[in-house]
């Protein structure tokens, strides 16, 4: 069956440093790749979109990889600050039919730490 | 441009109680998703909704769970005789649909926490 697996063990970094997430997915071939960031009590907000054709994308602090042969995303945040804690969503996007079906990962926690 | 509003934000039933959770897309959009999210746990993908037609249900219980998105109006999500189980965030994420480059970015709404008591 379809999985998406995403560290679900908190990470804890030091203000300043490179945090990196890491998104596997297994038995899914998706079109898409997109990262959201969820607050606590608030919902997902978009954050990164990349194709199955692209290698990477950045938007300012950010950047996505995505190894279609690992079946792997990384998500990078450079120069990371305290207000980057939050927890991060994976999603995968594809499917038949007409229809992109969106699926999200379980979430991995981010701390920085002042 | 007002985002995807959902109401009510908290919502306490009693066992057996029906709940009706509201959501209302961002202006344009004719896309509605419906997740639910337990504490700790991933959002579960539970209905796709356009307007008036169910695109896949896939993720909704068989029994006592239904959707719509009428012509006019908001989406609603009705849970019937509702039980302890049934207590988590339910989100609402709206997009415009095909022909955009990124057309299933989602946008999400804010939630409505059901608590059953």
């Known amino acids: 069956s379809q999985k998406i697996e995403q560290n679900s063990e908190a990470l804890n970094i030091q203000e300043g440093k490179t945090a990196t997430l890491t998104c596997n997915y297994t038995?899914?071939?998706?079109?898409?790749l997109q990262w959201y960031r969820q607050d606590p009590g608030r919902g997902p907000v978009f954050l990164l979109l990349?194709?199955?054709?692209?290698k990477e994308k950045r938007k300012e602090r950010l950047k996505v990889t995505f190894d279609t042969t690992l079946k792997q995303s990384l998500f990078h945040i450079t120069a990371s600050q305290p207000a980057d804690s939050a927890t991060y969503l994976c999603?995968?996007?594809?499917?038949?039919?007409?229809?992109?079906?969106?699926?999200f990962g379980t979430g991995t926690k981010l701390q920085v730490i002042p | 441009n007002a985002g995807v509003m959902q109401n009510p934000r908290h919502l306490v039933r009693r066992r057996g109680q029906e709940a009706r959770l509201r959501c209302s897309p961002m202006?344009?959009?004719?896309?509605v998703y419906w997740y639910r999210q337990l504490p700790e746990e991933g959002l579960k993908f539970m209905v796709y909704?356009?307007?008036?037609?169910?695109?896949?249900e896939s993720g909704m219980p068989k029994e006592r769970f239904s959707a719509e998105f009428p012509k006019e109006g908001p989406s609603i999500l009705r849970i019937q005789q509702v039980v302890r189980g049934d207590s988590a965030a339910y989100f609402c994420a709206s997009s415009p649909g095909p022909g955009g480059s990124s057309y299933n970015e989602q946008f999400f709404g804010p939630g409505t926490r059901l608590t059953v008591l």
């Open positions: 038995n899914y071939s998706p079109a898409y």
């Open positions: 999603a995968l996007e594809g499917g038949s039919g007409g229809y992109q079906k969106v699926t």
């Open positions: 909704l356009q307007k008036e037609n169910i695109i896949d």
């Open positions: 990349i194709r199955e054709n692209e």
């Open positions: 202006k344009g959009h004719s896309h």
